[in-house]
């Protein structure tokens, strides 16, 4: 085959009318509402931000300055920043209502090999961001335990340091107490240790467990979660800001301003949760009408909140004793209520458990979406004969999360999330672009406002913020870049080929 032709296959489009198609002839169950795609986004934002990354955010970290009281501003660009890509997955997601989110919309505009690699970078958003989400959750399980250590036995409430962090994290503690690793972590044959994120091993099993049943069994769930966790944040807010003190918002800026755009980027990690709504466009009963709606109303709700968290947290705690892994928890402990910090320990709970469900099941539903076009091996998007979902997928989705937890840095699965968000959001903008001019007369359920302004300032928002962040984050960058090319190379060795096969095997069955 000559590279013309190599070219010609690399840029060929999936129509939209055969998308379209494709979910009436689709194996799965339609049993979503605008209150279920709303809990999904939800349950997919408000947590994550809240209960983790806003420490980080607020103090900085290794490899960025922090944004101090301005975090409020880091919040308001991340959500203008939000705002107009939320637009965009609006109007093409009522226009293509197909599982696989911006994976489809690429193909239906840019063609095979960017559809390819949109659905790669997904993964980076999803399931390598779930990482982060799932040690998290083991962090606030840990906390929790120890609001119970008068009642339960002491190898509970402090099992094994070997059992709860994974081995990078171990070998941080032991050096940081100047422990011997080699008394904290058993080692096979004296040479290879074993560390191992129980908790975060356990939840993700369950979860992929309750996602295989069903997808209205597990919005069920989540809507549980979602209710418990809105409870608590409210409860905070209206605690909270009567132990506001005026004089910690004072300097409200940092002194280095770069702190307030990095802010903006971790805190950008959180707002991920109104594509996850998209991902599930194939489940639901009405997706035309309700999923600009759920789209753009978790993106308001979620933005109120985080604001009204940001000043109190920084209104309540001086920005130097703010904690890194249970901000909000700390803070009710700060001002001497423990027994709140206790209860929002469980809140927390609830919040990420909602997120690694929600985050499970955008990972399932993209890479389902690429197996039904070939890119990934057939036996993979099976659809389970009694509960009507993809059930090999769920389950490699979650042994994805379980087995690169065991070696991944937390902070820079973290940053490669984002990276991987930032690059489909510019990529949602632009294809609302394309489709305004290959498509014209299409009829479009809900519009983006004065286009092509709009995406025009999402593409630069976004793009601005992956520059800037290659900048400061250089080890991350780098492994965005590698991540990148094996995708290109799993594309040239395997689903190029597979694409090619599949389309033999058509032709010939036509002949």
């Known amino acids: ?62 490899e960025s300055t922090g944004a101090g009281p301005a975090i409020v501003i880091s919040m308001v660009l991340a959500a203008i920043a939000c705002v107009f890509s939320a637009l965009c997955y609006s109007e093409i997601a009522a226009m293509i209502p197909v599982a696989g989110s911006a994976y489809t919309y690429t193909y239906a505009t840019l063609g095979e090999f960017m559809a390819w690699m ?46 709860r962090y994974d081995f990078r994290t171990v070998q941080a503690i032991c050096d940081a107490n100047n422990w011997d690793i080699h008394d904290k972590v058993p080692y096979l044959f004296n040479h290879i240790p074993v560390a191992i994120n129980f908790p975060s091993v356990f939840i993700v099993t369950v979860l992929t467990i309750l996602l295989v049943i069903g997808i209205k069994e597990s919005t069920k769930v989540a809507s549980i979660m979602v209710g418990v966790n809105l409870f608590m944040i409210l409860s905070f807010i209206c605690v909270g800001s009567f132990y506001v003190k005026p004089e910690n918002w004072t ?35 009405n997706p035309q009408r309700d999923l600009p709606v759920a789209i753009l109303g978790t993106l308001v709700i ?22 890194i892994n249970a901000p909000i928890a700390h803070a009710m402990s700060y001002i001497g209520k423990d027994w709140f910090a206790g209860a929002l320990s469980l809140g927390a709970l609830c919040a990420l458990t909602s997120v690694l469900l929600i985050y ?59 990276f991987g968000t930032f690059t489909s959001f510019v990529i949602i903008c632009l294809i609302v672009l394309i489709l305004r001019k290959i498509e014209p007369n299409r009829e479009r359920p809900f519009k983006v406002p004065f286009c092509p302004w ?46 090619r096969l599949e389309e033999r095997k058509r032709l010939g069955k036509n002949a």
């Not at 970078?121 to 962090?139: D, H, K, P, Q, R």
């Not at 990095?262 to 594509?275: R, T, V």
């Open 1 to 62: 085959m000559n590279i013309s032709n190599i070219c010609q296959n690399m840029f060929k489009r999936r129509s939209m009318d055969d998308l379209i198609a494709t979910t009436k002839r689709s194996e799965l169950k339609k049993t979503l509402n605008v209150f279920d795609l709303i809990v999904i986004g939800i349950g997919a934002v408000v947590g994550t931000g809240i209960f983790t990354i806003i420490g980080t955010a607020i103090q900085g970290g290794a």
């Open 118 to 163: 949109v659905g790669w970078i997904l993964m980076l958003e999803y399931a390598i961001g779930n990482i982060t989400v799932a040690s998290a959750w083991t962090g606030y399980f840990i906390q929790f335990l120890k609001g119970f250590k008068a009642y339960l036995p002491d190898f509970i409430v402090n099992f094994p340091l070997w059992l």
């Open 251 to 285: 300097p409200f800026f940092p002194t280095d301003p770069s702190g307030v755009i990095m802010g903006a980027f971790l805190i950008f990690f959180a707002y991920i949760g109104f594509d996850a709504i998209s991902t599930a466009a194939e489940e639901t009963k």
């Open 302 to 323: 979620c933005t109120i909140l985080y604001v009204c968290v940001a000043l109190v947290l920084t209104g309540i705690v001086p920005v130097g004793n703010i904690d």
């Open 360 to 418: 499970q099941l955008g990972t399932t539903r993209i890479l389902f979406a690429i197996s039904r076009d070939r890119f990934l091996p057939k036996s993979w998007r099976l659809i389970h004969k009694k509960f009507r979902t993809p059930h090999v997928m769920t389950w490699i989705s979650g042994l994805i999360v379980i087995i690169c937890g065991l070696f991944m840095d937390l902070n820079i699965s973290l940053a490669l999330a984002n």
């Open 454 to 499: 709009f995406p025009i300032l999402g593409i630069i928002i976004c793009g601005v913020l992956i520059v800037y962040s290659f900048k400061e984050l250089k080890t991350s960058s780098i492994y965005f870049v590698w991540w990148l090319l094996v995708g290109v190379l799993i594309y040239a060795l395997y689903g190029y080929h597979q694409k």
